[in-house]
């Protein structure tokens, strides 16, 4: 009798015991479900930064048979010959320069200038206000209107 009533409270013991682990389990896993939906819902609502992010580049074609110096805003590119592909920072795309200078030639500036980057849309179909403002915030609501360049050296006097 002793040993009926010690196997019946071990086997109602090992039940609760168990109900508590599923509890536990699927609690757990509705917490992993919720942050990872939460953290992929984020980087989908922020298109233009994950497509785009980071420097936009800009390349430079040119025929000249020397190398030369690119200074942009973000960068400086000593001793490079043409084709070049440079970075330019993204938070100053209106207006900003490409210099191109070299011993034997002038160059005009490069002066950039910036359209509404297509992914930024992504956030108003996937309906991500936080996506839209970390687009904001690294301003890849933006991109350069162009992004390839042809130059024309001109010898100096």
Known sequence: MILLNFAIVFYKRHIL?????????????????????????????????????????????????????????????PGVTLPAVVQVDRHKLDGQRIKITSENYTFSDIILSKTVNGWAFGNI???GIIGWGVDLGTNCVVKPAQTVFDVQPQPKK
Not at 21 to 34: A, D, G, T, Y
Not at 48 to 76: D, F, H, L, R
């Open 17 to 77: 015991l168990y109900a508590q682990f599923l509890f536990i389990m699927k609690k757990n896993i509705l917490s992993h479900s919720v942050i990872i939906a939460t953290v992929v819902s984020m980087f989908l609502s922020s298109c233009a930064t994950i497509v785009s992010g980071g420097a936009p580049s800009i390349t430079i074609n040119g025929n000249v048979n020397e190398p030369v110096n690119i200074t942009t805003t973000k960068q400086t590119y």
């Open 125 to 127: 179909l996937l309906g």
